[in-house]
């Protein structure tokens, strides 16, 4: 047994603003959970939510997570980066080269993105969410290969990816050479135990596979802290 992903966080400064942005965005309903505080539900069951917990901190430093928006043509490109700076987005620089047919937007509160240039073969059939882009090694792939139970899809010059069974977007990982971390993760994924899985017992499971236990809570009652091989947060939520 597995854990299952049960949501990708996005820490907020502003979570209300910051919601209605990925959710006029993505095309997603929003809801305001009693365990989870404001999320974006999948639209099926190949995707997770997206919740948006609350913090004081503001962000430092470039996100060693983010999304991948694909495109069917350069008009539904240009259309999705209109949209987008519609809501509050606005273009960045984060080194990309004149050539590249990706653009590179942040959201209201800085969050990194692309809306890749339609002809990516790799993206292929993930849906409008292609990917979730991570600064990473090729261990750590491996690990996230096992903690979730989905297969790799890529795994080639250190880099790799893995792919739920059921479809859905694509989470990848570029290899070295690493960013370094500047601050705590603003982007994590929460985990789920499998049904009926005690908390402790996915915990140890987790922690053979190379995670190591940080503490409990981050403000978040029921959550265990974890950090993957590469020292990058997560949660695992107490059973409900």
């Known amino acids: ?27 997603r309903e929003a809801a305001d959970d009693s365990h989870d505080g404001i999320t974006l539900l999948p639209s099926d069951d190949t995707g997770f939510r997206i919740r948006f917990p609350p913090t004081r ?22 259309q999705t980066v209109a949209r987008a ?10 080194g990309q080269r004149p050539e590249e047919g990706h653009v590179v937007l942040a959201d209201p ?20 969410i292609g990917a979730l882009a991570c600064d990473g090694s090729q261990d750590v792939g491996y690990f996230w290969s096992r903690a979730l139970g989905w297969p790799l899809v890529w ?21 070295p050479p690493l960013m370094p971390k500047t601050g705590r993760d603003r982007l994590r994924f929460d985990l789920a135990p499998p049904g009926g899985a005690d908390q402790q017992a996915e915990v140890d499971r987790l922690v053979s ?10 403000g978040e009652a029921g959550r265990v802290v974890m950090a993957d091989p590469d020292g990058h947060e997560f ?3 107490a059973p409900r």
């Open 1 to 27: 047994m597995t854990s299952h992903l049960h949501a990708l966080c996005f820490d907020a400064n502003d979570p209300i603003r910051l919601a209605r942005f990925w959710a006029g965005l993505l095309g």
């Open 57 to 78: 901190e503001r962000k430092s430093g470039q996100n060693q997570m983010h999304f991948d928006l694909t495109s069917t043509s350069l008009d539904d490109q240009q």
């Open 85 to 94: 700076l519609g809501l509050g987005a606005r273009h960045i620089d984060v």
């Open 109 to 128: 509160e800085g969050n990194e993105f692309c809306v890749i240039e339609p002809g990516n073969n790799f993206l292929a059939d993930c849906g409008f």
């Open 155 to 175: 795994d080639q010059d250190q880099e790799t990816a893995i792919r739920s069974p059921r479809g859905g977007p694509k989470i990848t990982w570029g290899g």
């Open 209 to 218: 596979l190379g995670a190591t236990r940080l503490g409990t809570g981050r």
């Open 235 to 237: 949660g695992v939520l």
